[in-house]
């Protein structure tokens, strides 16, 4: 029973969302020392650039990251999912990608995604949103 209850507690935690709003967020965690950085650049004429790192102190079995590029839209009030990028690595404990949109219309985007790292029979996660940013 007490074995069922830590293990459910760790569930829990690995759960546990972090939001950090900047152009280049950057969010963390505690049992392997996850963290991610992505940010969204404008490249100009229409082209942005979506980078995202994700890191962990030790060697991992499994490390991946999902990005969603978001659009607001003003008149239902929501955001909506444009493009999506993933990535993984295994036995690794960096995992870097950059992703190049070569036609995007004008309007309000950010970033929304998680990183995940795996070791063993732990998996821990991480989310983030970046602020907005304005695609003239």
């Known amino acids: 029973m007490k074995n069922a209850i830590k293990r459910t507690l760790c569930i829990i935690c690995a759960f546990i969302t972090l939001l950090c709003y900047t152009s280049n967020v950057n969010?963390?965690?505690s049992i392997t020392g996850l963290t991610c950085d992505a940010s969204i650049n404008i490249?100009?004429?229409?082209?942005?650039q979506i980078s995202v790192?994700?890191?962990t102190n030790i060697t991992v079995d499994k490390l991946s990251v999902i990005i969603y590029l978001e659009k607001y839209d003003?008149?239902?009030q929501t955001w909506e999912i444009i493009d999506a990028f993933t990535a993984q690595e295994s036995n690794t404990n960096n995992l870097c990608r950059t992703f190049t949109i070569k036609s995007?219309?004008?309007g309000v985007y950010?970033?929304?995604g998680v990183a995940s790292a795996q070791l063993?029979?732990?998996i821990e996660?991480?989310?983030f949103v970046t602020e907005t940013i304005w695609i003239k």
């Open 27 to 29: 969010a963390n965690s």
């Open 125 to 127: 996660h991480i989310s």
């Open 110 to 112: 950010r970033l929304r």
């Open 120 to 122: 063993n029979e732990i």
């Open 43 to 48: 490249l100009g004429n229409g082209q942005v």
């Open 53 to 55: 790192c994700a890191t």
């Open 74 to 76: 003003s008149v239902s």
């Open 104 to 106: 995007i219309e004008k």
